[in-house]
């Protein structure tokens, strides 16, 4: 079982104080963490490197946030999204939720309530994955993958 | 009708730059809440070597830079304020159109477009109303905004003639869309003939050059 520790969470900002302070601190409460500075960059990792959670934020260079987790979500329904922005409305919050974004909070957040939310976050793919893994090992194949893709 | 399209455009004008500001304000905020929660990580953490003594004094450089970032940023949209208040007054072409290009630089960078200013020095100041001139260089800002391919640039430049202040709004880089000029622009027309100014439209590189002359001396 992955442990608190094994959570690799992926940080997609533009403002790179901010982000790099941010995995900094992240880092020193045992998660994985990489930077990436747009979304781009974000959806090149993730076709090399699947984290567990994203930390996304939704006004950036190139690529808007939400165009971004709509990107991830076709790429693997699995990563957790986790929106962190000092923009956000409350259509993009709407529509993050309708894409399967996992919670949204507004900047400037509360590390430990984002440290909370990412390891909620881990918990639920977590979960999932281990029910999905019991009813495939009962050759119910159907239920689990209905259970990780949990939206269709 | 002009007049109600002008308005609603104005507001709207209004509430992009309030968007920007409030954006850029949380993002400041956000950098300086988590350099001071990295100190004092370091800190509760009780094992400050002094390797984390250099990161923590460029921590509080950052904080430094943040605050006269966010500082600048303020007195910005402080000035904008005001010139929503005193509709006639006398102002500094250069601080206004500067002002406006602070409150802008985010939604710019966003489309991966960049600002230079070339402002020339000297300029007297004129009297007027500074809101309804931002607004009519914001107008042209946009526009190009919309116009132009990431890694572009917009020059906003201004001079001085004999008889005239101008304000160029110069577009360089790659369109994506071809320009119809200032020609259909009926109600900026209007806008700029109630500020006294008049709209000329240069095509060199291929772009499009916004002139706005005012008089010196206009009322």
């Known amino acids: 079982m992955k442990k608190k520790k094994d959570i690799k969470v992926l940080l997609v900002d533009d403002e790179k104080a901010f982000v790099d302070t941010l995995g900094q601190r992240l880092r020193m409460r045992e998660l994985i963490v990489d930077v990436v500075y747009d979304g781009e960059q974000a959806l090149s990792y993730i076709k090399k490197i699947e984290p567990d959670v994203i930390v996304l934020d939704l006004k950036m260079p190139g690529l808007h946030g939400i165009d971004v987790l709509r990107e991830i979500k076709k790429i693997s329904r699995e990563i957790q999204v986790i929106i962190l922005t000092g923009h956000g409305t409350e259509k993009d919050e709407e529509e993050a939720k309708n894409l399967g974004g996992f919670e949204f909070l507004r900047k400037p957040a509360d590390i430990d309530l984002l440290v909370a939310k990412i390891k909620e976050a881990f918990s639920e793919k977590f979960e999932r994955a281990m029910t999905a893994a019991a009813f495939a090992e009962e050759g119910f194949f159907e239920q689990a993958k209905k259970i990780i893709k949990k939206e269709e | ?219």
């Open chain 2, 1 to 219: 009708m002009i007049d109600i399209d002008l308005r609603t455009s104005e507001l709207n004008f209004i509430g992009k730059v309030l968007c920007v500001f409030t954006h850029q304000v949380n993002n400041q905020l956000a950098i300086l809440k988590e350099s001071v929660g990295l100190i004092g990580d370091l800190i509760e953490m009780g094992k400050v070597s002094r390797k984390d003594l250099e990161g923590i004094m460029s921590l509080i450089e950052s904080i430094r830079n943040q605050i006269s970032k966010t500082a600048y940023f303020c007195n910005s949209l402080n000035s904008f304020g005001h010139g929503m208040v005193e509709t006639s007054a006398s102002f500094a072409v250069n601080k206004i159109i500067d002002d406006l290009v602070c409150l802008l630089d985010k939604l710019a960078a966003q489309k991966r477009i960049t600002f230079k200013k070339e402002f020339k020095e000297g300029i007297p100041l004129i009297h007027g109303n500074p809101l309804k001139l931002q607004f009519l260089v914001f107008y042209f800002i946009e526009k190009n905004l919309t116009r132009l391919e990431k890694n572009s640039s917009i020059i906003i430049k201004t001079s001085r003639s004999e008889d005239t202040i101008n304000i160029d709004v110069i577009p360089k880089g790659i369109f994506v869309q071809v320009e119809d000029g200032a020609g259909g622009d009926t109600a900026y027309q209007f806008l700029a003939n109630n500020l006294g100014a008049s709209i000329s439209v240069d095509t060199p590189e291929g772009g499009i050059t916004i002139r706005l002359p005012l008089p010196s001396s206009a009322a």
